[in-house]
């Protein structure tokens, strides 16, 4: 997820160490720890890199047999199914 910070549109994870967090609970996580995947100029910057992360991840993944074939990377764009 991205949100607006003092240095610019900042990328967090919302699943660390396999937890979910909420997007209240990253920004506070954000907050404590400083750990964030990227700052950016523009939201759309910011998700388009979030959307290469995750085919990225997701190819890795199935490419190790870590997720179903079913799940193809992109899965997660709006209107995509």
Do not use: C
Not at 28 to 37: D, I, K, V
Not at 47 to 70: F, I, M, T, V
């Amino acid at each position: 997820m991205n949100f607006g910070s003092d240095e610019g549109e900042t990328l967090i994870p919302t699943v660390i160490n396999g937890k979910s967090f909420t997007p209240e609970q990253a920004i506070n996580e954000f907050r404590r720890t400083g750990q964030h995947l990227g700052i950016f100029d523009t939201p759309e910057n910011a998700e388009a890199y979030a959307q290469a992360l995750h085919n990225a991840q997701a190819e890795y993944l199935q490419s190790k047999g870590l997720l179903p074939q079913s799940l193809k990377p992109g899965w997660g764009r709006r209107g995509h199914r």
